[in-house]
């Protein structure tokens, strides 16, 4: 192993065409300075093309990644249903592993992941770029700020269409992989769990189904999903995934609302910048007055940074949890979010999303 204040050296699996890892993953890599890219690899031919480009080490052997001395860390962007295998071999080999959500696709896996990762070398964290998103860290600096009083409920919104599948045969669109609740949901909850610095106790789920609309958009099952987790003994969370708008041209993206003791926080569809609602005026570093026709105390919440474009403010999210954990590995101190936590969310979700609609302590 490379001395505690070396750059690390990355692997990442799940590189062979346009996805996660070539949009993100390797400009985030590129971009931090506690790690260096050295390999990729994927099943497909066209890895060897990208890792030209990045002027890295290409494979279509994972094997030979993982046998590499110079790979420290696998990075790994395959899709959910492999996501037990690749992180297994991987923490057998002594690998630390950052793995993209979601964590795996039934409780059977994610049991097997949690305990295979406690008995590996290598450390296990799950890619969770939300967070460190400026919007997320916009909203949390606002909340320890007391900016609504002590906070109470936070509602996250989707609504759009999901990401087609052009294969008919994929297991994505299978009832089994449990839609885009599975799949996605993890980024949310745990954004939401940020917020409320407290995992799920409990969820009660409702779902329905459009069937209207093109095959590689709707999958089985359902496509709308509404969830009210329990955060801790003080805050809720209401959790919308709606995917039945298929139309192109409709409102879309993500809505957030976090309702506090002294006001709310609003993140429209389509919004670059919060509106703080206020019970009485405040005078804060954060806010700028919103000149609000009502005359009310509304003002807009300042970002906490600002970048060239959003494809930018992307990467460096992914840039900040690259960062995040290699500083884990170095010192042993493990940063939020925790595994446990992680895999609190996940199970909530994957109990959430088969027969048993509500879990938890409220059931």
């Not at 890892?21 to 400009?27: G, V």
């Not at 459009?210 to 955060?231: I, K, Q, T, V």
Request: hydrophobic letters at 40%; proline letters at 6%.
């Amino acid at each position: 192993m490379q001395s505690s204040q070396a750059a690390i050296g990355v692997g990442i699996l799940g590189a062979g065409r346009p996805n996660i890892a070539t949009s993100c993953q390797i400009p985030a890599c590129q971009a931090a300075a506690s790690v260096r890219l050295i390999a990729l690899c994927d099943r497909l031919d066209g890895v060897h093309e990208v890792a030209r480009d990045c002027g890295v080490r290409s494979t279509t052997d994972y094997a030979a990644m993982l046998a590499d001395p110079e790979v420290e860390m696998i990075q790994i962007a395959t899709p959910d249903w492999c996501h037990l295998a690749h992180a297994s071999q991987a923490l057998a080999a002594g690998k630390h592993v950052l793995l993209q959500k979601p964590i795996c696709t039934n409780l059977d896996d994610l049991r097997e992941l949690q305990r295979l990762a406690a008995h590996s070398t290598g450390r296990l964290k799950i890619l969770l770029n939300n967070r460190h998103t400026v919007q997320v860290r916009t909203v949390q600096a606002a909340l320890e700020a007391g900016l609504i009083g002590e906070l109470r409920h936070v509602c996250i919104q989707y609504r759009g269409h999901r990401f087609p599948i052009g294969d008919p045969s994929s297991p994505y669109l299978t009832a089994e992989m449990g839609g885009v609740w599975v799949h996605n949901g993890l980024h949310w909850l745990d954004e939401a769990c940020f917020y409320a610095d407290a995992c799920p106790g409990s969820v009660q789920v409702n779902t329905t189904r459009n069937s209207a609309g093109p095959a590689d958009l709707l999958g089985d099952g359902p496509n709308y999903w509404c969830g009210l987790f329990r955060l801790g003994p003080n805050v809720t969370c209401r959790f919308e995934y709606n995917t039945m708008l298929l139309a192109e041209g409709l409102p879309g993206g993500v809505q957030r609302t976090l309702i506090g003791t002294a006001g709310e926080i609003r993140l429209d569809y389509g919004a670059e910048q919060a509106r703080v609602f206020r019970t009485a005026p405040l005078d804060s570093p954060l806010l700028d007055p919103a000149d609000d026709p009502s005359g009310l105390p509304v003002y807009w919440l300042k970002p906490i940074e600002s970048f060239a474009n959003p494809t930018a403010a992307v990467v460096d999210s992914f840039r900040r949890a690259v960062e995040d954990f290699t500083a884990e590995i170095r010192d042993g101190v493990e940063r939020p979010p925790l595994l446990a936590d992680t895999c609190r969310c996940m199970e909530a979700l994957l109990r959430s999303a088969g027969e048993c609609h509500t879990w938890g302590a409220d059931k």
